[in-house]
């Protein structure tokens, strides 16, 4: 099994909500990602964790708040949106290095639009 | 510094066409991989190969191959004829270790017409 699910697939929230967005994996990955994809763009890497530690974080706005609650769940907090987030976010899971294999498995996505 | 190039920015072609997308990385890591994805309108990049830097073989599956070449610092993708759910956003990308993170290419739109 392959999947990497995510919810909400469609979200469209005001800059002043607070909303979550969830990604869960059932691979026994040990690497967890995020990334954000604008139109017509090559996904952006937001976040990375690895054993449910962030190991990296692309200078990301706070408002962007990852959580890894266990090895399997990966969030991701967002509050006082602007406009210019809205954008296709992608999560992603995969092996962690040194286990061989290094491709990302990717879930389906949630489009957010911030009015 | 990693890069990934893809000139090819969109492509058309007929069904049942052969189809080449070209991918140049740079690095100075000698160990290092590279993958292609898929990403169909629906939006999930889907995992289609990886290579690593110490297997130039060559690969085939079913329709699709690719051409690694060191020596031209290229990994194309070359789809045999062509179907229209072939229709998508490829994606040619590098990891290294170094980098610890995935380096993508711009992309190239593939239109496959009837």
């Known amino acids: 099994d392959t999947e990497v699910t995510q919810t909400p697939k469609h979200l469209v929230m005001g800059m002043t909500n607070k909303k979550s967005l969830k990604c869960e994996q059932h691979?026994?990955?040990?690497?967890m990602y995020w990334y954000k994809q604008k139109a017509k763009k090559p996904p952006e890497l937001m976040f990375v964790?690895?054993?449910?530690?962030?190991?990296i974080n692309e200078s990301v706005p706070s408002r962007f708040s990852p959580e890894c609650p266990n090895s399997s769940l990966l969030n991701l907090h967002l509050h006082a949106l602007q406009p210019e987030d809205s954008a296709l976010y992608l999560c992603a899971s995969s092996r962690t290095p040194g286990q061989g294999s290094y491709e990302q498995y990717f879930g389906p996505g949630t489009r957010l639009t911030v009015t | 510094a990693q890069k990934v190039t893809q000139a090819q920015t969109e492509i058309s072609v007929v069904e049942k066409e052969d189809v080449t997308l070209d991918c140049v990385y740079e690095?100075?890591?000698?160990?290092?991989?590279l993958f292609w994805y898929k990403q169909p309108p629906s939006g999930e990049l889907v995992f289609l190969i990886r290579?690593?830097?110490?297997?130039?073989q060559n690969e085939i599956s079913g329709r699709y191959s690719w051409n690694f070449q060191k020596s031209t610092s290229s990994f194309n993708f070359t789809i045999t004829a062509s179907q229209v759910v072939d229709s998508a956003v490829y994606f040619c990308a590098l990891f290294t270790g170094g980098g610890n993170k995935l380096t993508f290419g711009t992309g190239t739109q593939l239109k496959v017409e009837l």
């Open positions: 964790y690895s054993y449910e530690k962030l190991s």
């Open positions: 290579r690593n830097s110490f297997d130039e």
């Open positions: 691979m026994g990955h040990r690497a």
């Open positions: 690095t100075r890591d000698t160990t290092y991989y």
